[in-house]
């Protein structure tokens, strides 16, 4: 069974590939349709423009390949910014409080419903957060201080308070398919799914050290399954 880690030419997939390839699947780093139209499972990283990054499937034809992919059921898991691909749209630029140009959206791949915004720059009182999001932080499941491995097998075997990397400047809106959140500024969707197979998390497991190593184990096993 091989994990096709899909290669949009907008980032550095070597941590991605090497992360998969210590959790025990055999991997390809393609942009080919065929690959990833045979793959046992899929993997959509990512850094950067949802704009680009979105336009860059479609110029590969794989837009409507990945729907159809996820459709059918087959594992897969986006990344950070492959994590807001999954949605239906994306700010692409949003004006800031003295920036009078108007902001729009580009168009995702639409397996979840919602738009992906940019991070408030102040908390619930008014107290000014640091973005872009990038460090470490927790994920919680429903509520704070719940525990993320009763949230799906994507997190079985991970204690409540481990620590997961991240960097990012937007995020995924809430609705019912949320399945992890985490505090900076405000409390935000960081862990997705659609149906019991597909998966979207804002941090990068890869660099997650071993709470991320087992989230990606984790992962292939239950590509592994079938």
């Excluded at 479609?58 to 986006?78: H, I, K, Q």
């Excluded at 950070?80 to 729009?104: K, R, T, W």
Aim: glycine content about 12%.
């Amino acid at each position: 069974m091989t994990i096709a880690v899909v290669d949009y030419h907008k980032g550095n997939l070597l941590s991605v590939q090497r992360g998969l390839q210590a959790a025990g699947a055999q991997v390809a780093v393609t942009d080919r349709a065929s690959d990833i139209a045979s793959a046992g499972a899929i993997v959509l990283p990512g850094v950067g423009a949802f704009a680009d990054a979105a336009d860059a499937l479609r110029r590969l034809g794989l837009d409507g390949l990945l729907r159809r992919r996820v459709a059918e059921g087959a594992p897969f898991l986006g990344i950070c910014l492959g994590m807001h691909l999954m949605f239906e749209e994306g700010v692409e630029s949003a004006p800031e409080p003295d920036d009078e140009e108007s902001s729009h959206n580009a168009v995702g791949l639409g397996i979840l419903p919602g738009v992906v915004g940019r991070l408030p720059r102040t908390d619930e009182a008014g107290n000014p957060y640091k973005i872009p999001h990038v460090g470490w932080n927790t994920v919680s499941l429903a509520g704070e201080g719940a525990d993320p491995s009763a949230a799906s097998a994507l997190f079985d075997g991970i204690p409540y308070g481990e620590y997961f990397y991240f960097t990012h400047s937007y995020a995924v809106p809430d609705g019912p398919f949320v399945i992890g959140r985490t505090r900076h500024s405000v409390r935000f969707p960081s862990a997705v799914r659609y149906g019991d197979r597909a998966f979207g998390v804002q941090f990068h497991p890869e660099k997650s050290s071993e709470a991320g190593h087992r989230l990606l184990r984790n992962f292939v096993s239950l590509a592994q399954e079938g």
